[in-house]
């Protein structure tokens, strides 16, 4: 138990689906982040959210929309995702946004038929 | 830039054999350095962490330590098991490097 809790834990939709990726920290932290990771590549940054506002959009498409209505909360709304955004989404939080170590949810795999 | 170099898997030992995962960092300043595992169907936990140049972070039975003058923090097992088997990653954030960079994961196998 990591006190990062992601939901769903898999997840397949079609290219035409809208779906959305639920984060929750039980943690009292008060930054929180979006990575994907892809089988033989580094963990990407997506997104990063430090007391609700957004810091950090790493060039991400459009197609992905983060919401942070609360510290403990994080969403990903998907929508007209193409195949090549089958991955493993992965939340984490971190005391605020500095040197403090992040703490990781299971993910979600996602599969884009 | 800032970029996190670490050694390409995959790696696979005997029970009880001695463990070491090369990690060289490039970055200003004065980073925080971090040991991540990933176990299979898991997400990434924290597994060790040194802050200030000579700490030795340890866990498990895992350690590094913060060398600044070659930019290295290395990951050493003296016995590892089976249940290690996992991809360690190494990170750092901190001086130079705005968020947390890690590097491309090494694949560990144990066999009995």
């Known amino acids: 138990e990591t006190g990062v809790t992601q939901t769903p834990r898999h997840l397949v939709m079609g290219m035409t689906n809208k779906k959305s990726l639920k984060c929750e920290q039980h943690l009292g932290h008060n930054a929180m982040y979006w990575y994907k990771q892809s089988a033989k590549k580094p963990l990407e940054l997506m997104f990063v959210y430090n007391f609700k506002e957004q810091t950090e959009n790493n060039s991400v498409p459009s197609r992905f929309s983060p919401e942070c209505p609360n510290s403990s909360h994080l969403f990903l709304h998907l929508h007209t995702l193409q195949p090549e955004d089958s991955a493993l989404y992965l939340c984490?939080?971190?005391?605020?946004?500095?040197?403090?170590?992040?703490?990781f949810g299971d993910g979600t795999r996602l599969s884009i038929l | 830039g800032n970029s996190v170099t670490q050694m390409e898997g995959p790696v696979t030992l005997s029970e009880e054999a001695f463990l070491t995962i090369n990690c060289t960092y490039t970055?200003?300043?004065?980073?925080?350095l971090f040991w991540y595992v990933q176990y299979p169907g898991e997400g990434l936990q924290l597994l060790l962490k040194a802050t200030k140049a000579d700490d030795k972070g340890s866990n498990k039975g895992f350690e590094a330590t913060y060398r600044k003058e070659t930019t290295s923090f290395h990951l050493e097992k003296g016995s590892v098991q089976v249940s290690d088997s996992a991809v360690y990653f190494c990170a750092h954030i901190g001086g130079s490097a705005r968020q947390l960079t890690f590097g491309s994961g090494t694949q560990l196998t144990v066999l009995p």
């Open positions: 970055a200003t300043g004065y980073p925080s």
């Open positions: 984490a939080s971190s005391q605020d946004n500095s040197n403090q170590p992040q703490h």
